[in-house]
């Protein structure tokens, strides 16, 4: 079975531009998370979207943004960057069955943004 | 808030030692999942094991084992056998049971593996 993949890899960007960033999970996984990891910070959750709603939101401004498709395919997206959005950010999939035990997350390998 | 600390920024070992990474945790839940991932400089986050808070048996996977004292609010990783392939960041991760299941990290702990 395939794996998370996210694409683009590797992305540089200018501060007031916009990003758009995208996570497959693996086939049969409706939960998407994000997060963002960063040398200062660490890994900070970003928000999770299951069924095309998001389902829980981290700290993060609403520059940052997101949604998810109906073939559970998901998209984050951050508007007018800032330095300090420069990170790995991770997509992370997961069955999240309703009602049952946590099922663990599978990451992809990141999207490497740097705003300049 | 629930908070998750690794106290080891770094550590090494020799190849086909022991080595244990410590972790501890403060939450208010009763039920929750912990769980140690492993990223090496490829960057690729790996499940490297997990632990049911409910369960007081600790899990086992391989070389790869940990201590789980939940009213120390401990989780600490041992690998066995240390292999050159084990090099890697290990992060200590948090998860409520209920529906807000986000993932909450410590800083990790770089481990170094010597031949």
């Known amino acids: 079975k395939a794996g998370v993949t996210q694409t683009p890899r590797y992305l540089i960007k200018t501060r007031g531009q916009q990003v758009t960033l995208s996570c497959s999970p693996i086939?049969?996984?409706?939960?998407v998370s994000w997060y963002q990891q960063t040398p200062g910070q660490g890994l900070q959750f970003l928000f999770e979207y299951f069924s095309e709603t998001q389902r829980n939101k981290g700290n993060f401004p609403g520059r940052f943004s997101g949604r998810q498709f109906s073939n559970s395919r998901s998209e984050m997206n951050v508007s007018t960057l800032e330095l300090g959005d420069s990170a790995l950010y991770l997509c992370a999939s997961s069955r999240k069955l309703a009602g049952g035990p946590t099922d663990t997350q599978y990451f992809g390998p990141g999207t490497r943004l740097t705003v300049l | 808030a629930q908070t998750v600390t690794q106290s080891q920024p770094e550590m090494s070992v020799q190849e086909a030692e022991t080595v244990t990474l410590s972790c501890t945790y403060d939450t208010s839940e009763s039920d929750y999942y912990l769980f140690w991932y492993k990223q090496p400089p490829s960057r690729q986050m790996i499940l490297v094991i997990r632990?049911?808070?409910?369960k007081q048996q600790n899990a086992t996977e391989n070389r790869f084992s940990v201590n789980f004292q939940k009213a120390a609010k401990s989780f600490s990783l041992k690998i066995s056998d240390s292999q050159l392939g084990d090099a890697a960041m290990y992060f200590c991760?948090?998860?409520?049971?209920?529906?807000?299941?986000?993932?909450?990290w410590g800083l990790g702990t770089s481990l170094a593996v010597n031949p």
């Open positions: 086939s049969g996984h409706r939960s």
């Open positions: 632990q049911e808070a409910y």
């Open positions: 991760a948090y998860s409520n049971a209920g529906n807000n299941r986000k993932l909450i």
